[in-house]
């Protein structure tokens, strides 16, 4: 699409349509991609009749997917003013949601390795203690008390 097929703003409170605006920021990004000078984006907008502002946000919405195309007079968003809080309140719920899992994860790991080594350690060095005396064996004398002289 070249300058010729994008319309230029007829009045001072003409709106452009979806459509309009998609065909005017794939006009933008043709001729900003062949190297564009400074002063290029204001020279660009006069000739369409439009202010850099509004380019730039039109340029923001299309990355968000808020600016889809169709025939109305004024930007049709895909969500509501509501669902898109909502939209980005999940989001943000989601990436912590996220960030918690990869240290539970990580916890778990470090807990499996701390069972492997403690049932490692204790099948090797079994504590082996000496057989207790049997009852029937008598007392060592070293060991029995003194009886008491009266």
């Known amino acids: 699409m070249d300058m010729s097929e994008v319309q230029t703003r007829p009045s001072r ?21 062949t190297g564009a000078e400074i002063g290029a984006k204001s020279a660009f907008c006069r000739r369409v009749g439009i202010d850099t502002k509004s380019l730039s946000n039109w340029i923001i919405a299309k990355r968000q997917g808020l600016l889809v195309e169709t025939d109305q007079r004024q930007t049709r968003y895909v969500l509501t003013k509501q669902e898109r809080i909502e939209f980005l309140r999940l989001q943000k719920e989601n990436a912590i949601l ?15 390795k701390a069972s492997e080594l403690l049932s490692a350690l204790a099948k090797s060095s079994q504590i082996r203690t ?9 007392i060592p004398a070293a060991f029995r008390k ?4 009266e």
Do not use: N
Request: charged share 30%; no cysteine; proline share 12%.
């Open 146 to 149: 003194p009886k008491p002289t």
């Open 98 to 112: 996220k960030a918690q899992l990869e240290q539970a994860e990580g916890a778990v790991e470090v807990l499996g």
């Open 13 to 33: 409170k003409h709106h452009f349509t979806s459509a309009e605006r998609l065909a005017i920021l794939a006009e933008w990004e043709k001729y900003s991609a």
């Open 130 to 138: 000496p057989p207790l005396p049997d009852d029937d064996q008598p």
